[in-house]
C-alpha cells in the first residue's frame, strides 16, 4: 500500500480564497484524522471520522472550516474564506481499530498551507 | 489546563547518555497512550505505545505508565545523534469505539555529540 496520501503537497494563496485538502487513506482503515500543526499550538485534532461519519468536529476553529468524507477512500478539508492565520502544515491520519487495540495512526506527507 | 502537556525543551543530552521525556495528561478515564517521534518537515511516526501501568521496553526505548498520577514517559538509553527529533505524547481520550487522539505539543530533543 502507498500509505496515507495527501494532496497538494504545497498550497500557496491569497486571503479569502477557497482552499480544498485532500486525503486518500490506506484501504481498510477505519478511523481518518485531520491534524492541524503550528509552531505556536502543536498538533490540534480538527476532526476525525469513523467509518465515514463525523464522529467529533470540536476541533474545528470556525465555520469557515468543513470536513467530509463521501466514501471510505477519500476525505477533503475545505476553509473558505481563507485567512492568514490559517496557514499551518495540514495532516491527514488513519487507522485500523477492528477489533485490535492496537490504535496506530498513520500520517500522511502533510499539505503546507500559506495563506497570504 | 491543556489536555496533553509537554515541555518544549529544547532537551540537549551527551551522544550515550538516557534521554528522559515527559508528559501529562488531563483525562483519568484515558487508557491508550502513545509516543511519536517527527523529524523536522516529516510527519509523525509512532515508536512505542502502552496500555498498563509499570513500563514497556522495546530495544532502547522504554515506555513508563502511572495512571494514579496521569503521567507518560519516555525513556531513551544510549542516546544517539539520529534521536534527535521532536518527540510528541499522544492520548486515546475517546470512550468504548470512538478514537480521540489528543497530542501534546512536543519536546524536541537534541542529541550533541
Known amino acids: 500500500d502507498a500509505g496515507v496520501i495527501q494532496s497538494p503537497r504545497h498550497e500557496v494563496t491569497e486571503m479569502g480564497q477557497e482552499v480544498t485538502l485532500r486525503c486518500k487513506p490506506i484501504?481498510?482503515?477505519?478511523?481518518l484524522f485531520w491534524y492541524r500543526q503550528t509552531m505556536m499550538r502543536g498538533l490540534e485534532l480538527l476532526i476525525y471520522f469513523n467509518n465515514n461519519v463525523p464522529i467529533d468536529d470540536s476541533g474545528m476553529p470556525e465555520d469557515r472550516f468543513s470536513a467530509k468524507m463521501p466514501n471510505a477512500s477519500f476525505s477533503t478539508l475545505k476553509i473558505q474564506p481563507s485567512e492568514p492565520r490559517d496557514s499551518a502544515v495540514y495532516f491527514c491520519?488513519?487507522?485500523?481499530?477492528?477489533?485490535?487495540?492496537?490504535?496506530?495512526?498513520?500520517f500522511g506527507s502533510g499539505t503546507q498551507l500559506s495563506v497570504l | 489546563q491543556k489536555e496533553v502537556e509537554q515541555n518544549s525543551g529544547p532537551l540537549s543530552v551527551p551522544e550515550g547518555a538516557i534521554a528522559s521525556l515527559n508528559c501529562t495528561y488531563s483525562d483519568r478515564g484515558s487508557q491508550s497512550f502513545f509516543w511519536y517521534r517527527q523529524y523536522s518537515g516529516k510527519s509523525p511516526e509512532l515508536i512505542m505505545f502502552?496500555?498498563?501501568?509499570g513500563d514497556k521496553e522495546d530495544g532502547r526505548f522504554t515506555a513508563q505508565l502511572n495512571k494514579a498520577s496521569q503521567y507518560v514517559s519516555l525513556l531513551i538509553r544510549d542516546s544517539q545523534p539520529s534521536d534527535s527529533a521532536t518527540y510528541l505524547c499522544?492520548?486515546?481520550?475517546?470512550?468504548?469505539?470512538?478514537?480521540?487522539?489528543?497530542f501534546g505539543s512536543g519536546t524536541r530533543l537534541s542529541i550533541r555529540p
Open positions: 499522544a492520548v486515546n481520550m475517546g470512550r468504548s469505539s470512538a478514537s480521540k487522539i489528543i
Open positions: 484501504s481498510g482503515h477505519d478511523y
Open positions: 491520519a488513519s487507522s485500523f481499530r477492528g477489533a485490535s487495540t492496537n490504535e496506530k495512526l498513520f
Open positions: 502502552i496500555y498498563s501501568n
